[in-house]
Nanobody, 124 residues
Framework: QVQLVESGGGLVQTGDSLRLSCAAS????????MGWFRQAPGKEREFAAC????????YYADSVKGRFTISRDNAKNTVILQMNSLKPEDTAVYYC?????????????????WGQGTQVTVSS
């Protein structure tokens, strides 16, 4: 059983940056692909970014490509989402999730473990 705890959310202005962290415990972190998803009010949860278990592959939603960077530190059981040039449409609850190796990383249904989420609010 993997436990995931997100941190780093907050209220920022358009153009600012935020760094979200996700700390994992209770499992072998390097066995999991990791993803960040987000859910805005009144909308379905959507994929934002993911990284393979080794860190060798990363994927981004078109809406965040070029502004967000996902990384991981397997020694520290941590995955980071660096968000730059934030826009009001980035406002959402951001969730960290873990999926077994071999999973289709872009699909939320592939993820077995989820954090509680952290709120990101970008004011215009």
């Amino acid at each position: 059983q993997v436990q995931l705890v997100e941190s780093g959310g907050g209220l920022v202005q358009t153009g600012d940056s935020l760094r979200l962290s996700c700390a994992a415990s209770g499992g072998t972190f390097s066995r999991y692909n990791m993803g960040w998803f987000r859910q805005a009010p009144g909308k379905e949860r959507e994929f934002a970014a993911c990284i393979s278990w080794s860190g060798g592959r990363t994927y981004y939603a078109d809406s965040v490509k070029g502004r967000f960077t996902i990384s991981r530190d397997n020694a520290k059981n941590t995955v980071i989402l660096q968000m730059n040039s934030l826009k009001p449409e980035d406002t959402a609850v951001y969730y960290c999730a873990a999926a077994n190796r071999g999973s289709h990383m872009l699909l939320s249904a592939e993820y077995d473990y989820w954090g509680q989420g952290t709120q990101v609010t970008v004011s215009s």
